[in-house]
């Protein structure tokens, strides 16, 4: 049998905490093997869902850029927007898609502290977007969390 890559991961987690942290020759040891068998998880985990998480999230980045580029006024951050809409990544390896969220998730920092300077000002267009930019880093977030047991 040869083990997919999360799998293979999943059973050096294994080998290391039955068959090498029972033979730890002290406390600090076991304790090093117990974060690497962690970290390993943290791996696994982010293998399996990297790229998924990479693309499913451009095109919601892609949406709230498209609606904010419509009620903006700043006209540098409209040409930033297209920009980034039209950015295509190398291939679909996750460095490249990292590549390609680095400029979009900057660029929606940026939109998001345009929009939520407009809603202080008072734009009626500004509180709904807002909402969004928020429901998408709640996402974002949550996207990245780790289901390790300590």
Not at 22 to 50: E, S
Request: proline share 4%.
């Amino acid at each position: 049998m040869i083990p997919k890559a999360s799998q293979g991961i999943g059973h050096l987690v294994s080998r290391i905490a039955q068959d090498l942290m029972p033979k730890a020759a002290d406390a600090y040891m076991a304790t090093d093997l117990a974060y690497f068998t962690a970290l390993l998880t943290m791996v696994g985990q982010d293998y399996d869902r990297a790229a998924d998480v990479l693309i499913s999230e451009h095109d919601l980045i892609c949406t709230l850029l498209r609606d904010a580029s419509v009620v903006l006024d700043d006209a540098g951050l409209k040409e930033r927007i297209d920009a980034a809409l039209d950015l295509k990544p190398a291939s679909l390896r996750v460095p490249d898609l990292n590549a390609r969220a680095d400029v979009t998730v900057k660029l929606l920092i940026d939109v998001h502290a345009a929009v939520e300077n407009a809603q202080a000002k008072g734009d009626a267009w500004a509180a709904p977007l807002n909402l969004k930019i928020w429901d998408y880093l709640e996402r974002f977030a949550a996207n990245r969390s780790y289901d390790v047991p300590f």
